[in-house]
């Protein structure tokens, strides 16, 4: 029997009699750890460190999930494992059952039950300390750190160092940026923080309860301009979900949009009233025109010389995981690309990495607008990176299989895709790849790009994050000191 413990730093330790291993690890479905063995007269003890830096960066938690436990060399049965009860340690708290290792965030069970949930709203909901001179900012549910409130926080970090920068993360294997500090989703403290800063920077809904305090202020950044139908335009009447955008909206005060288009339609899609939309660009494309290409491509492990295509499809209401239309291991052959692999945000839990030869997925990557600078060419669907990936001037390649049943059943449109779009639009795998290696394709839609530039991109000239903060500090939304 196998017997398992957590040791400080956040370390599983496995202990076990008879001929020892020849590796170990733990393999989940967006990151795999491995240990080390060491072999005594008393049987053999491995190590795996559940900490891990990915993509180059520091050296943070292992993502919440479950994780297979891997031995090579021993002959092991799910029942030769002890387990143990879910235990919270430094960064994570880890249970054991069988072969597998359960990684959750760093909550007690007392905080994370129902009942400890619901005391700790309670306490949020009555408390009336003065407001910090503090911002919480949060991506995509708290599942990364990026889109645009990183670059406000990076522009805030510059304009006003004084100014206090919380994160909200899922969980601490979520890296926040330089100088801010993560607060673990449904902590004390992220129910404390939540109360007591001035502003509020989201790029989604807030979901959970939200209390506003005197002088708290929200800005909803949005996370992209719209092709698909939004919140009350979605087909389908449901009292529900009017009902519930009705309530969230009202909670934002301003409403950030990349352009004049977004502004209307995100305006009536949210029910925003006479209340302030700022066409300021999107900060997050401020990297387009400055980022250093090279460094991220070297970080991804991509040479000068490859071509490098990102496939970006959106996610879809009637399966939890990315699509599987391509083949994207003989799309890599094919077109003699690197394939960098981005599933939407929604996709990133119950979907696992893709692989194969000179496919490499960047799901879990930090931030989508590093590589919209990386790569030399964007494949999508119906995704609003469309909208953000013509600011570089590369060329856009539309897989769209489903179109009639997307834009007929699923979601719908606000126009129509196959008379404005900059690229060509494909159905099948070969017409892709025929669009792709022909090198008279982009030309064919140089005045289509034009107009979708000016259309959609004439704010995003390297300078928006600048701007938001500049009105965030003028309207006294934030102060400098």
């Known amino acids: 029997m196998i017997q398992a413990a957590l040791a400080p730093g956040d370390v599983l330790v496995l202990d076990g009699s008879g001929p020892a291993p020849t590796g170990i690890r733990l393999e989940g479905a967006r ?73 959750s965030p760093p909550l007690t069970e007392a905080h994370s039950s129902a009942a400890g949930q619901a005391a700790l709203e309670q306490a949020y909901a009555r408390d009336s300390s003065a407001l910090e001179n503090a911002v919480l900012f949060e991506s995509f549910y708290g599942r990364n750190a990026s889109c645009n409130p990183r670059a406000i926080d990076a522009e ?61 202020r929200v800005l909803q950044t949005w996370h992209g301009t719209p092709l698909k139908r939004l919140a009350l335009q979605r087909p389908g009447f449901d009292p529900r979900r009017i009902l519930a955008v009705v309530r969230e909206s009202r909670r934002w005060d301003v409403l950030l949009a990349q352009n004049p288009y977004a502004a209307g339609i ?15 660009g999107y900060p997050r494309n401020d990297v387009l025109a400055s980022g250093d ?77 590093a590589l919209l600078l990386a790569a030399d060419a964007l494949v999508t669907d119906y995704s609003s990176v469309m909208f953000d990936f013509t600011v570089t001037g590369k060329p856009v390649y539309f897989f769209v299989p489903d179109l009639d049943h997307y834009r007929g059943e699923l ?31 982009p030309g064919r839609y140089a005045d289509r790009y034009s107009a979708w530039v000016a259309t959609f991109n004439a704010r995003d000239d390297g300078r928006a994050a600048e701007r938001v903060v500049a009105r965030l500090l003028d309207q006294g939304m934030i102060l400098r000191a």
């Open 31 to 103: 990151a795999r750890v491995a240990g080390s063995v060491e072999a005594s007269d008393a049987g053999w003890r491995a190590t795996i460190p559940l900490r891990i830096s990915r993509w180059g960066g520091p050296l943070l938690a292992l993502p919440s999930g479950s994780y297979r436990l891997v031995v090579d060399g021993v002959e092991l049965g799910a029942a030769d494992v002890a387990s143990f009860p879910r235990t919270v340690g430094e960064a994570l708290a880890l249970g054991v059952d069988g072969g597998y290792a359960s990684v």
């Open 156 to 216: 805030l970090a510059r304009e006003a160092p004084n100014v206090t920068r919380y994160w909200s993360v899922a969980d601490l294997s979520v890296e926040v940026p330089a100088g801010a500090v993560p607060v673990v989703e449904g902590s004390p403290e992220w129910w404390r923080v939540r109360g007591a800063v001035r502003l509020l920077v989201v790029n989604d809904w807030l979901r959970r309860r939200f209390v506003r305090r005197p002088g708290q």
């Open 266 to 280: 995100l305006a009536k899609a949210y029910a925003f009233g006479r209340r302030p939309i700022w066409v300021e």
């Open 293 to 369: 290409r090279h460094r991220i491509r070297r970080g991804l492990g991509v040479s000068a010389e490859d071509r490098v295509l990102l496939y970006a499809p959106t996610w879809r209401d009637d399966r939890e995981q990315m699509v599987d239309f391509l083949d994207l291991e003989r799309l890599a052959a094919d077109t003699g690309a690197v394939i960098l692999v981005r599933g939407h945000s929604r996709t990133l839990v119950p979907g696992a990495d893709a692989t194969g030869s000179r496919v490499v997925d960047v799901t879990s990557y930090p931030d989508i607008s």
């Open 411 to 441: 979601r719908g449109f606000y126009f129509d895709l196959t008379a404005k779009a900059p690229g060509p639009l494909t159905s099948t795998q070969e017409e892709l790849t025929l669009a792709l290696t022909d090198p008279d394709t």
